[in-house]
């Protein structure tokens, strides 16, 4: 396997885990990365901290999806908001993990019918394509940068021994 496929093997674990996290319904039993906890612990006091603003984005992105879960749509709606995050030119562990946590709401926003039912999983789930879409993204274009820090790892080195929502801010 090339350096490029392992990468994008891990960043759909991580994603994988991060959904899983995010909609119970979705977890299966699967090998997960080592820093895939924190990942998880981060995104979700990044979520808890910010949970307003994505609860807003979960809600518009309910009306835009509303029951149409295909790829090249969850594809356009993920790339034009990330794309907007990374448009000053500027990554930090904070936007990254941003994205993580953007994933995890795309996939929770979109599991619902119009009557509150949640749908059952496959791989043509909704779930299942948002860790392909955001898996591809990250490794399409967030890979070098990540790379450049000392890959997947460096989320253990930065977020692990901080054990609070509090440091948050200062890599946003």
Not at 42 to 50: A, D, G, P, Y
Not at 107 to 135: H, L, M, Q, Y
Request: with cysteine.
């Amino acid at each position: 396997m090339s350096e490029e496929e392992q990468f994008l093997c891990v960043t759909r674990q991580l994603v994988a885990d991060v959904v899983a996290s995010m909609v119970p319904e979705y977890a299966v039993a699967r090998v997960r990365p080592r820093h895939s906890a924190t990942l998880v612990r981060v995104v979700h006091e990044l979520s808890s901290k910010h949970e307003i603003v994505f609860e807003s984005i979960a809600r518009k992105l309910r009306l835009q999806v509303n029951g149409h879960r295909d790829t090249e749509l969850c594809r356009r709606t993920f790339a034009g908001v990330v794309d907007e995050l990374f448009a000053d030119g500027r990554y930090n562990w904070g936007r990254v993990v941003t994205v993580f946590a953007y994933a995890g709401w795309l996939a929770r926003a979109g599991i619902t019918d119009s009557r509150g039912k949640t749908s059952e999983f496959d791989d043509d789930s909704w779930p299942v394509i948002v860790v392909n879409v955001a898996g591809d993204y990250i490794s399409g274009k967030l890979s070098h940068w990540i790379c450049q820090q000392g890959g997947w790892v460096s989320i253990l080195l930065i977020f692990a021994m901080q054990h609070s929502a509090s440091a948050l801010p200062s890599v946003l």
